[in-house]
Structure formats: structure tokens, C-alpha cells
């Protein structure tokens, strides 16, 4: 794939993933494909479950800053606060050294950076930690772990992950969903979910304390190596964090996009 269609790729699996992972959420959640803009909001705590993103290739600059009005509209509506997510790779080159201005004027504030990222890296060998054991999620218990680690590694109050997570069955049943545990305490997490003939790996989470000892690698791979010998599939992509980012290339994954976070201001 060249680095565009790689690009389109990354928007359009987190447009696929966050649709199923909303609805799930919620089954009257604000789904919407617009011109231009696509709403993926269940308006709950769990701000990664509160999404826009900008769906247009090649957007010039008026054309975004019309977009990013009409995003920060809806994200006005809404109760609770989610994030706007723009594949700076999408835009063109004049719209990428205008995005600055433009979502200010929009009243937007940019939140943090992150990174689209690919391969056809699978399947991958059997992972191994000495310091883990991995437990697929099957149980609510495992759900609020689970939502646990994400709350505690991206700031969010407890509640605040749970109420993203909680009794969910997607989760227990459709998601590659690991934790990895120290003896019987949980301290990293990973789940992979089929999507449009790939595997998307979702909500990645190490808990602080435990951070920089490879843990966050070894439960990705475990989800990745899971999904792949349940589908059959050869294709993984992701959205990463900075703090990610590095690791994920160790797996066999490519950046393509760069990625933006906004916020309401």
C-alpha cells in the first residue's frame, strides 16, 4: 500500500471499530456518516467512546476549516466531552500548515499527538513474558480490570473507564481481550478485534507503576497472536500514543498517518 491508501486504511478501521465498540456501549448511540465527518458517540464518561473524525482525502484548507465547525458543533451538543481525530495525512499540504489556526477558530484545543499504524505481520509466534501470565477477559470481573488499567495509564477516573466498559459483551466475547498478570494482580492489558479483514488492536494499557518492562509488548502480542489463530487473518493495524509509538514497530507494525486530538476549548 503507498502511504495515502495506508492512510484511508487507518480512518476507515477506526470508523468500522468505533461504530461496533459505541453501539455496543450504547444501542442508541449517535452513529452518523456525514459529508465529510463521521460521529461515533455514545455520549458516556469514557471520552475514547465520545469520537468524530474527519473523513475527507485530499481536503484543502477551506474545506477543513468547514469541517472542523461542524465537528465542534456536534461535540457541543453532547454532554459529555470525546475527542475530534484528524489523520493529518488526509488534509493537503496547505490544510496541514492551516490546521492550527483553523481549530482554534473553530475553538477547538489540541488534546495530544498520536500515529496510524499497519502490517501484514501476522500470524506472530506465541508470546511469552517471565514476569506474566495472560488471561483472556471472559468475566465482568476481568471487564473492570480491564477498564481499570486504561483508566489508571491515560488519567481518567476509575469511574470514568468503567462506565465505557462495564457488562459489556462485545468485550467478553467478540474482543481478543487480554490481561496480564503479576501472580493475581493485573497490570497490562491489550485487545484485538476483527474489522473489515484485519485485526484493529484496541485500548492498550499498562498500569504507571509497571510501565518500561516490555509488558504492554507482550500483551499486544498475546491479543495479536489470539486473534490471528481464531480468524485466520494476516493484517493488523492500530492507533497509537506517543507513549506507544515505539513499541509498536518492535511487533511489525508501520506508522503511516500522523494523528491530532482536539478537544473542545
Same mark, same amino acid.
Given at each position: 500500500?503507498? !502511504?495515502?491508501?495506508?492512510?484511508?486504511?487507518?480512518?476507515?478501521?477506526?470508523?468500522?471499530?468505533?461504530?461496533?465498540? =459505541?453501539?455496543?456501549?450504547?444501542?442508541?448511540?449517535?452513529?452518523?456518516? $456525514?459529508?465529510?465527518?463521521? =460521529?461515533?458517540?455514545?455520549?458516556?464518561?469514557?471520552?475514547?467512546?465520545?469520537?468524530?473524525?474527519?473523513?475527507?482525502?485530499?481536503?484543502?484548507?477551506?474545506?477543513?476549516?468547514?469541517?472542523?465547525? *461542524?465537528?465542534?458543533?456536534?461535540?457541543?451538543?453532547?454532554?459529555?466531552?470525546?475527542?475530534?481525530?484528524?489523520?493529518?495525512?488526509?488534509?493537503?499540504?496547505?490544510?496541514?500548515?492551516?490546521?492550527?489556526?483553523?481549530?482554534?477558530?473553530?475553538?477547538?484545543?489540541?488534546?495530544?499527538?498520536?500515529? @496510524?499504524?499497519?502490517?501484514?505481520?501476522?500470524? $506472530?509466534?506465541?508470546?511469552? #513474558?517471565?514476569?506474566?501470565?495472560?488471561?483472556?477477559?471472559? %468475566?465482568?470481573?476481568?471487564?473492570?480490570?480491564?477498564?481499570?488499567? !486504561?483508566? &489508571?495509564?491515560?488519567?481518567?477516573?476509575?469511574?470514568?473507564?468503567?462506565? @465505557?466498559?462495564?457488562?459489556? %459483551?462485545?468485550?467478553?466475547?467478540?474482543? #481478543?481481550?487480554?490481561? @496480564?498478570?503479576?501472580?493475581?494482580?493485573?497490570?497490562?492489558?491489550?485487545?484485538?478485534? *476483527?474489522?473489515?479483514?484485519?485485526?484493529?488492536?484496541?485500548?492498550?494499557?499498562?498500569?504507571?507503576?509497571?510501565?518500561?518492562?516490555?509488558?504492554?509488548?507482550?500483551?499486544?502480542?498475546?491479543? $495479536? /497472536?489470539?486473534?490471528?489463530?481464531?480468524?485466520?487473518? %494476516? &493484517?493488523?493495524?492500530?492507533?497509537?500514543?506517543?507513549? @506507544?509509538?515505539?513499541? /509498536?514497530? &518492535?511487533?511489525?507494525?508501520?506508522? !503511516?498517518?500522523?494523528?491530532?486530538?482536539?478537544?473542545?476549548?
Amino acid at each position: 500500500m503507498t !502511504n495515502l491508501a495506508e492512510s484511508v486504511e487507518s480512518m476507515e478501521q477506526l470508523a468500522a471499530v468505533w461504530k461496533a465498540m =459505541v453501539l455496543d456501549r450504547d444501542a442508541g448511540a449517535d452513529v452518523r456518516d $456525514l459529508p465529510g465527518i463521521a =460521529v461515533r458517540w455514545a455520549d458516556c464518561r469514557f471520552a475514547f467512546w465520545n469520537c468524530i473524525t474527519l473523513t475527507d482525502v485530499g481536503a484543502d484548507a477551506a474545506l477543513v476549516e468547514q469541517r472542523l465547525t *461542524e465537528a465542534a458543533d456536534i461535540m457541543r451538543s453532547k454532554e459529555h466531552p470525546g475527542f475530534l481525530w484528524v489523520f493529518e495525512d488526509l488534509l493537503d499540504p496547505g490544510a496541514r500548515a492551516t490546521l492550527t489556526a483553523a481549530a482554534e477558530r473553530a475553538g477547538l484545543a489540541y488534546a495530544f499527538p498520536g500515529t @496510524g499504524m499497519a502490517g501484514d505481520l501476522l500470524p $506472530l509466534p506465541e508470546p511469552t #513474558h517471565p514476569d506474566l501470565t495472560f488471561v483472556r477477559v471472559s %468475566t465482568d470481573e476481568h471487564l473492570l480490570s480491564y477498564a481499570d488499567l !486504561n483508566s &489508571r495509564a491515560y488519567g481518567f477516573p476509575l469511574e470514568h473507564g468503567r462506565d @465505557g466498559l462495564a457488562g459489556s %459483551t462485545l468485550w467478553k466475547e467478540e474482543v #481478543h481481550a487480554y490481561l @496480564g498478570m503479576r501472580g493475581d494482580v493485573p497490570v497490562t492489558c491489550a485487545g484485538a478485534l *476483527e474489522a473489515d479483514g484485519r485485526l484493529f488492536v484496541v485500548l492498550v494499557a499498562t498500569d504507571p507503576q509497571w510501565e518500561r518492562r516490555g509488558y504492554g509488548e507482550a500483551v499486544t502480542r498475546k491479543a $495479536l /497472536y489470539e486473534g490471528a489463530r481464531a480468524t485466520g487473518l %494476516t &493484517r493488523a493495524t492500530l492507533h497509537a500514543t506517543a507513549a @506507544g509509538a515505539p513499541v /509498536y514497530p &518492535r511487533i511489525g507494525f508501520t506508522p !503511516n498517518s500522523p494523528l491530532r486530538f482536539y478537544g473542545l476549548r
